[in-house]
């Protein structure tokens, strides 16, 4: 598993690629990615192209990153999901919780 | 005197003496044999045609005002009659006309013998010829080689052709969304083209283009293709895929042969194109709704150039009708007759042109390449894909080719793996259980339902079961941290502790079902008050259950809670 941390060129948007197995084993990476940011970001982007799995601790990285970016106020979009991460994603009701496209 | 058999070997050169005069010959003759060589005589052209039908002689002395048939006119037939040697022709005149010497070169003689004659002159002259026939000879010789060489060069191509046909099989290319340009020899050039489909039914292409030409590049294009059939027949993603390429290939080839590649993967729904290229010109897209171009840049280097490629592809938005056109170097490089280059602007002008009818850029684009050229022949190097997205438009072919389906017939099986401390500690048993499961059922559409389902139950067991973990701890960030180091550290430790997987396995009306159960060593927990909590919770913890429970059929816990059975069901039909 890899995560990768783009900000756009205004440094308002951060866009965090994730890669292979979503699981707990990024987790540290995964919280890197968004925590360690100098300039504050209004929106968040997590792109699954690549993803290949995700889990339930997955799931709990995600809504970590929702309260630190500021909970029900937070605007993060998961872009990319194949079919069946979508699923999962939407079996979690996190359609609610983020932006999933 | 000096002789000229140097030229001609022991038994002396063979000269055709042609002359209708006898005191001519009589002198003549002398001075030939004097110099070692054998003389053969005519009176007139015709005799001299026959005898040099007859003897083949190495040397023509022949006159020019004869009977019968001229000096000019047997020196025509004689050269017309020289097969796959070359035969000197010495003029033997008392011309000193101009254009009467002219004409006996006209009509094929190499020299002249002026009277009266010296033997000396005649030595030097016939030397001279001996020298050019020497060197015919040799330019003959080689020729014959280098046409030896060349048919050889051809016979074995054909025979590599053939080859790689079978080792290096073009999959689905003959799928009705893919357009293709390769030239025959292509294998020789370096580039290749590759296309099937994954076991979700996912449409994967492949155009690469190798650094250099001939054998050295041919060779590459073996482990290129077993690895992309491979790992896609397995439903490996494109970036592994691209990371094991690049790792292959840097590891096989030697340092100046690369492949500049572009991978793409399809999805069935036709919505969704991951694409990756690295080192080939800009791969164009064209939307076919709203009439639009896009460009997809190279982001990483070509492959086997680097340790550590990039591998993360591009993921595209796209609709059915949408399509991707793809082209080696051969496209943007193709040369004018002035030196000047097609290059990118020119493709993207003439994907504009034809925006509002993009099924004729393919063929557009290669006749205007033509054009520039040109005219002339296409060249070998020109290699073009093009995939139209389409909606699960399943290639039948490839499956019963491949017989690689993902989803094999429901059979009965039951299989059943324990772990214990010591294996705990070092193995992670998800991806071989993956493995394994997809070696014994296919299920490859089901992987990542069937991942969660393993993936969740295999943490509970560990982390509560096993190493004691309260997931309350997982309440905020430093706590989520927190949980998981522990957890490290607990599973090194780890000294007692036993996980059983225990997997049956039957055929169900339209499919199967695939029973689980877990059983861990540890306590157990109060699953009949905890578990109805857990759904619906959005909370820290507890999500894993309730997503095995919306996947399974069935989710039940036994004994004292260190024991759960779930039920997955597949079908066929989806």
């Known amino acids: 598993m890899s995560v990768s941390a783009d900000l756009v060129s205004d440094e308002s948007q951060i866009t965090i690629k994730i890669s292979g197995r979503f699981d707990f084993s990024s987790h540290q990476e995964f919280r890197k990615a968004y925590e360690d940011l100098d300039t504050p970001v209004e929106q968040y982007v997590i792109d699954m192209a690549a993803a290949e799995y995700l889990d339930s601790s997955a799931l709990g990285m995600l809504l970590l990153m929702r309260e630190h970016a500021g909970g029900d106020s937070a605007n993060i979009r998961i872009i990319n999901c194949r079919p069946q991460i979508k699923n999962i994603l939407k079996v979690a009701n996190f359609a609610k919780l983020f932006k999933v496209e | 005197m000096e002789a000229l058999t140097e030229y001609s070997g022991e038994e002396g050169l063979l000269v055709l003496l042609v002359d209708d005069d006898r005191i001519n010959r ?111 000879r040799t330019m ?70 190798f650094t250099g030409h001939g054998l050295p590049a041919a060779v590459g294009a073996v482990p290129v293709a077993e690895t992309f059939y491979g790992m896609v027949a397995k439903g490996f993603t494109l970036d592994a895929i691209v ?46 709704e709203d009439q639009t171009c896009e460009r997809f840049s190279s982001n990483s280097f070509a492959l086997g150039v680097i340790k550590e490629v990039e591998s993360r592809p591009n993921y ?22 002035d030196g000047e280059m097609y290059g990118e602007e020119r493709v993207e002008a003439l994907f504009n042109k034809f925006i509002a009818e993009p099924q004729c850029i393919f063929s557009e684009l290669l006749e205007d390449v033509l054009r520039f050229r040109g ?111 522990l957890r490290q550290q607990r599973l090194s430790e780890l000294e007692e502790g036993r996980l059983r997987f225990e997997f049956s396995h039957e055929p169900a009306p339209s499919g199967g079902r695939l029973n689980i159960a877990l059983e861990d060593s540890g306590s157990g927990f109060d699953f009949e008050n905890k578990v109805g909590h857990m759904a619906g919770n959005m909370g820290h913890s507890g999500r894993g259950i309730s997503l095995v429970s919306s996947i399974c059929e069935r989710l039940v816990y036994h004994g004292k809670g260190n024991r759960v059975t779930v039920e997955f069901v597949w079908s066929d039909d989806d």
Not at chain 2, 253 to 272: K, R, S, V, Y
Not at chain 2, 316 to 337: K, M
């Open chain 2, 140 to 209: 003959e010789a080689q020729r014959d080689q280098l046409l030896y060489h060349q048919s050889h060069l051809e016979h074995e191509h054909r025979v590599a052709e053939r080859i790689f046909a079978k080792i290096v099989p073009t999959g689905c290319l003959d799928d009705e969304r893919i357009r293709y340009l390769l030239s025959p020899m292509s294998i020789f050039n370096g580039d290749l083209v590759l296309a099937t489909r994954s076991p979700s039914g996912s449409l994967y292409v492949v155009l690469g283009d």
């Open chain 2, 243 to 288: 990371l094991e390429l690049n790792r292959k290939l840097r590891s096989c080839l030697p340092t100046e042969i690369f492949l500049a590649a572009c991978l793409m993967e399809f999805q069935t729904d036709g919505e969704g194109v991951l694409l990756w290229n690295g080192g080939l010109p800009d791969v164009f897209m064209v939307r076919a």
């Open chain 2, 26 to 136: 009589i002198l003549l003759l002398a001075l030939l044999k004097r110099g070692g060589c054998q003389v053969i005589e005519a009176e007139n052209g015709l005799d001299a045609v026959e005898l040099f039908d007859t003897k083949d002689p190495d040397i023509v002395l022949m006159d020019v005002m004869m009977p019968e048939m001229d000096g000019y006119e047997a020196t025509k037939v004689i050269k017309s009659r020289e097969r796959d040697k070359f035969t000197p022709v010495i003029f033997l005149t008392a011309l000193t006309d101009g254009s009467a010497l002219a004409k006996c070169l006209e009509c094929g003689g190499d020299d002249f013998l002026t009277k009266p004659y010296n033997q000396i002159i005649l030595n030097a002259k016939l030397r001279a010829m001996l020298r050019i026939q020497q060197l015919y």
């Open chain 2, 375 to 485: 005219g002339g022949q296409q060249s070998d190097d020109t290699t073009m894909v093009e995939v139209l997205c389409a909606k699960n438009l399943v290639c039948e072919s490839t499956f019963t080719n491949t017989g690689d389906s993902s989803l094999k017939v429901a059979t009965p099986w039951n299989l059943c793996l324990e772990f214990e401390a010591p294996t705990l500690r070092t193995v992670d048993p998800l991806p071989i259980l993956m493995h394994m499961l997809g070696e014994i059922q296919g299920l490859c559409e089901y992987r990542e339902s069937l991942y969660i389902v393993l993936a969740e139950l295999y943490n509970n067991a560990l982390e509560h079961g096993i190493l004691g973990l309260d997931s309350k701890m997982k309440q905020n960030v430093d706590g989520f941290s927190a949980y998981y180091a």
């Open chain 2, 316 to 337: 595209v938005n796209c609709r059915p009708g949408d399509r991707f056109v793809v082209f080696s170097d051969g496209i943007t490089e193709a040369e004018s007759r």
